[in-house]
């Protein structure tokens, strides 16, 4: 089974401040993971994933996420922050063996300040 | 190239009366998922199908909820009676392929119900 765990359902930064949001993850086989952002009334949009390659994952809009097994996470970042960011963003994992559903955490809500 | 589309965007309704969501997936994508998303939790995933065939339904209650795609394209979410805790943001996804490495599930708009 996989679960995450986002710590902090809202974050506060200022406009050009280094984002980072936190995600942990428990998974009993190697997992596959993803970072999605929701803008209000809207649906939610891939940011970037892991999928067993290289360990530093590159995504839209200049975020970033590592994954760390030792650690078991994959927080993501910006170096700095626009207004454009504020939104609700999502960590999810499966697992990498047939299909296995999309377990989302609780969600980290960006608050971008100027 | 159209995203998945969902209707309605809204849909205010009072308890014990029957509701429908509808959605039309990528073009191409033979798996589709319905999630249902409670204020301030990540979506939970409802249903999945594989072309027609619903593969997972492990997670929808049943004895309230329903679901269709008869001809492996667009899909129906239906909720009869619908209580007040049925309030949510009810999410359409598609992807190509659900086996394997798990392809990009590319998400709608949602429908936001609410129950009075």
Not at chain 1, 48 to 67: H, M, Q, R, W
Not at chain 2, 67 to 75: C, F, I, P, Q, T
Request: aromatic fraction near 10%.
């Amino acid at each position: 089974a996989q679960s995450v765990t986002q710590l902090g359902s809202h974050v506060s930064v200022s406009e050009g401040a280094l984002v980072l949001l936190r995600c942990n993850y428990s998974s009993s086989v190697p997992p596959y993971l993803f970072w999605y952002v929701q803008y209000p009334n809207q649906g939610l949009q891939l940011l970037l994933k892991y999928t067993s390659a290289a360990t530093l994952v590159k995504g839209i809009n200049g975020f970033e996420a590592e994954f760390k097994k030792s650690e078991t996470s994959f927080h993501l970042t910006k170096p700095s922050a626009h207004m454009s960011d504020a939104a609700e963003y999502f960590c999810a994992v499966t697992g990498n063996t047939g299909f296995q559903k999309l377990v989302f955490g609780t969600g980290t809500r960006l608050l971008v300040s100027p | 190239e159209a995203g998945v589309v969902q209707s309605p965007r809204y849909k205010i309704i009072e308890k014990k009366q029957p509701v429908a969501f509808w959605c039309n997936p990528i073009s191409g994508h033979n798996t589709l998922y319905w999630y249902l998303q409670n204020l301030g939790q990540g979506p939970e995933l409802l249903i999945r199908y594989e072309n027609e065939e619903a593969v997972d339904d492990s997670q929808l209650p049943k004895d309230r909820f329903s679901a269709e795609r008869l001809k492996g394209v667009d899909s129906t979410l239906k909720i009869q009676p619908a209580e007040l805790g049925d309030s949510a943001v009810y999410l359409c996804a598609s992807s190509l392929l659900a086996g394997g490495p798990p392809n990009e599930q590319f998400f709608g708009p949602g429908t936001r119900l609410t129950v009075l």
